[in-house]
Nanobody
């Protein structure tokens, strides 16, 4: 069982920035894709960004040019640098990690609130 610990959420004004972090409790060699999803009140959970171990990335159209996903080298970590935040970015953000041969694990979520 892989545990994911997220940090970095909080309250920020529109136009501001936040950086989310997530670390997985396993070896880096067993993790393929890591990413971030979000769920706003009354809406379905949606992909924000993901990054495979080879470095390829995939972003939601709504965050392209504003958010940047990156991964750590020593541990299975994933970061989400969020800039020019908008009120509509308000959501609970979830970290994910895909373990080879096992499946996807989810973090407990971290709240991001953007005020106008």
């Amino acid at each position: 069982q892989v545990q994911l610990v997220e940090s970095g959420g909080g309250l920020v004004q529109a136009g501001g920035s936040l950086r989310l972090s997530c670390v997985a409790s396993t070896t880096i060699f067993s993790i393929n894709t890591m990413g971030w999803y979000r769920q706003a009140p009354g809406k379905q959970r949606e992909l924000v960004a993901e990054m495979v171990s080879g470095g390829a990335t995939n972003y939601s159209d709504s965050v392209k040019g504003r958010f940047t996903i990156s991964r750590g080298n020593a541990k299975p970590t994933v970061y989400l640098q969020m800039s020019n935040l908008k009120v509509e970015d308000t959501a609970v953000y979830y970290c994910t990690a895909d373990q080879t041969g096992v499946g996807r694990f989810w973090g407990q979520g971290t709240q991001v609130t953007v005020s106008s």
